[in-house]
């Protein structure tokens, strides 16, 4: 089993060549500089991005394309590090992959749901495959089939061997009580992170180090950012809480997790996690424009660990973990970008948005 | 070889008599990479009437692989097949329809038989946890003061649950420990009734409920279910020997039928990207030049009505959609492996497989120089492409052939064999081996030096290969302005004039440089006005380009812009002495590898005896296969960052033909 020197040596060249292509704050604000979407487009040629746009002809120039095929960098970066990374890491990656293809399934199972109310004289599945991820021949969901089945039931049938059947035939049951995709959903993303969590625990030495490390930053924010939405806009019941959180993490302690559920101030445990995010406080005075606030702060501190993984020892699988959530984390810059362009938003209603940009002043 | 496959366009209008045995021949031999020509913009286009067929054969194409599997045939695609014509529908649903009658009769009842047996199961694996409890199962739920909530949970929530519960009075136990569907009951007050249901909801528990026919104690109930599983699975039994036997009479008439509807499916899928007009229809691929002339004896062949247009495409100009075969040699794999890790070069752009053959064995020779380790990396090299030996390593086998045979060239250049060098050869191997050019351990500083004139050697050819490629492309605002345009290399030079007036007076001093130096040029006037030129190469490329000239608005975005365009140069000057003083390792890794052996005598110690031999085995080793790596490691680096990165952009889209049999190789006529 290749591990250490032997087993990073070629990726370990390769991720860091294609951590040198990010683009740079400077460049991401050049970007937002952009008078409108059609400037973003042609700044964005000029970048590692270009060679996706440059098949795309000035028709097909939409929002929505633009989208779809600058994520196909993204697609392109996890082919690469998973065919590169050592063999016993590869499940590990695989498995961080699949969050796009849960991202995927959700908008399937949505796109079923609504379709009905759709006003469009293109087909369902024309108009949704627009929205998916790029992902390629990873993909375990046979997504077209299930948006042409026309219901939620018919599709999940579908997903028979895919690694979602077992999370989705405990699920359904409620789904056909409730007729509510939430527990769906709910029952997805546990499944998808307590795997990835799973698969983390599966590595030894420094790789389960960085593993764990850089994995449960970003489980961290998820399970924050569920436990407060879920209490805030829900309004759910501490066992509910419970259930619909995780009990692992990096920073944050079940104990965290279960406090909030229960009623503890989440201002002063967030404040004591993260020290360096103050005035929780007011962020969740206005819920609806705090709560994303404090998603960007705490995106903002899985992108530093990823940028520290960067330093010292590079023979692990946190360098390409790293790279890889940056690629994301730059890519969802970038969609806030063509979409604020697009939709001529001003500055001060994008600008904080940008996770780049804003960490770097 | 220095470029990708030349490819040619192909147009084909073919008459709507002749489109399946056109598509037939397409699709048949491996070669013809088809564009969506449905959406190609044509004027007078109808629409496609062949997607409905296109589904229709997907759909048959499904039936019949649920039929096999129903029947336990494997699915099996004849290894050289015969080419029939495309199947008729309505003459072969019929057929599908009458075994699929015939086989799902007893598939019916084979599944509801099953399902049946499943739940006999599930409800007896309920009971056996609790199967010696005296109580009557009913009884359960008929309680005043206590709630029972008995049932199947996912069994990664079994510990939330339990915590979720961790406020509320309660039991719980795990009735079945089952790694899929682990079975629970939870017991507690009656008040507390909304807190369990909740808990339980919430950790996705889908209660169980015995049928009210079951009366009695978990015991006797049991042994009732244990008499019904049994019955029920003498019945499975028959009815899977049945369908066996279906089976066995219908596998030639469904294999035959699989392939045909298969190449159907194929080539209906082929002809719905096919931009259909009222009697004809227009096919837009892409094929390798040098199968052109086959592929269109085959479809006039196929056609005498057709009309082929075909264009040669020229190297030059943007080819983002032109698909890129590469020329498949075998010695050169492993080399390609390398580059197609770092990009697939694009249409017009230089294949730099054949520089990377040179350059990288003769770089990890020049670090790794040892006659005798590298005749071993030679014999390695053989032994894993030939798969006898370290079989993991065959893909790097030929690799490993070339390096070695560098290192040996350098190995006796530097007078090295298994980390012997001077005297010590003459005193351990008794024969006399002197450097043919020089021992880096006794010319440390001019083989730094050396390093760092090949790397400028090697920078210089880089930017050369740079213009070219932009000028192949016609991309004129990079040719002057980008980052290895002409701007920037008359600049480099006037950088390696810096360059050697800073180490000039140091044994390392780059003889190239020295020798640009004596130039009679005006090098203090060239750095002025070439790093102006760089500091506003962005500007001048916009210029070029027609794009806006400085993005942002009034003074601030005019201060922004001057202080990106003095990063600019920073960040190339930056660059220009990281990329040259980075061949400084070629050297030091030479230097390095003479003191690791140093280092391995060391602890061999003098006496020859023995041990003396162990150690310097062991040594051997060592060196082979770590410091064998880590000048891999160093040589691809070299590679990634200062020499791809030069010339090479990459992003070329793969070509992918249309073939019948995805596992089959390319069928001959």
Known sequence: MASGVSGYAAISTRVRAMYSDLLSPQEMTRLSDSPDFSALVSGLKATPYGKYLSGLKDNELTPRRVILQIRNRLSDSYSSVVQQAPEQTRSLVRQLFRYFEVGNLKAVLRSIQTVSSWNSDLAPWDRVREVLFPFGSFSTIPAQAMVESGSVAAAVELLRGSPYEA???F???????????????????????????????????????????????????????WVIRYKIYHELSEEELINYTLPFGYHVRDEDVRAIAAGADIASIISRVYPSITHVNELLEHPESGLPKLEHLLKQQVMQRCVAAFIGDPFHIGIP?????LSDFEIQDLVVLIEAKSSRLKDEDFRPLLLKTTLAH | MLFPKQMSEVELIVPSKDLVAVTRALSGYGVFHQVDSANLGLEGLAQNTWSEKAGAFSALERRIQTIMQIVGLAEEYPARPG????????????????????????????????????????????????????????ALNKSPFMHSILGIVPSANITRLRTSLLRVPHVFFTLREDPQKPVVWILGPKSNFDVLERAAKSAYLNPLSLPEEFNGTPEQITAMLRKEIETSKQKIAALEADLAKKGASYKSELEKLLWDVHISRVMADAIVRFGQLRHTYVVVGWVPTEDLGDLTARLKEASREILIETMETSRSGHHANIPVALTNNKWLKPIQELVTTFGRPSYGELDPTLLIALTFPILYGAMFGDLGQGLILILVGILAHNRIFMKGLQGLGLLLVYCGFFASIFGYLYGSIFGFEGHLIEEYLHFHFEPTWMSPLENILTILGLAIDAGIVILFFGYLLGLFNNIRSRDWAHFWFGHTGIVALIFYFSFLWILDGLLGDTPIAPKVAAAISELPLPFSSLVLVFGGLVMFSGFFRNMVEGHTLIEGKGFSGFAMFLVQSFMDLFETTISMLSNTLSFVRVGAFAVAHGGLSLAIFSLAGEEPGLRFWITILIGNIFIIGFEGLIVYIQTMRLHYYEILGKFFHGGGMQFEPLKLNPSQEEAKP
Do not use: C, H
């Open chain 1, 171 to 225: 699920a359904m049951k409620r789904y056909s009580t409730e007729q509510n995709l939430f527990p769906l959903e709910v029952a997805l993303d546990l499944n998808y992170w307590r795997r990835l969590w799973a698969e983390a625990k599966k590595l030894s030495g420094k790789d389960r180090e960085m593993g764990l490390k850089i994995i449960g930053s970003l489980l961290d924010l998820n399970n924050l950012m």
């Open chain 1, 321 to 325: 973990l790293a790279y890889l959530l």
């Open chain 2, 83 to 138: 080419m029939d014509t495309m199947v008729d529908l309505d003459a072969t649903r019929p057929v599908v329809d009458r075994i699929d009658d015939d086989v799902k009769g007893v598939s019916d009842q084979l599944s509801g038989e099953k399902k049946r047996l499943e739940l006999l199961e599930s409800q007896l694996r309920q009971l056996e946890p609790i199967a010696e409890v005296n109580v009557e199962v009913g």
């Open chain 1, 167 to 169: 999370t989705m035939s």
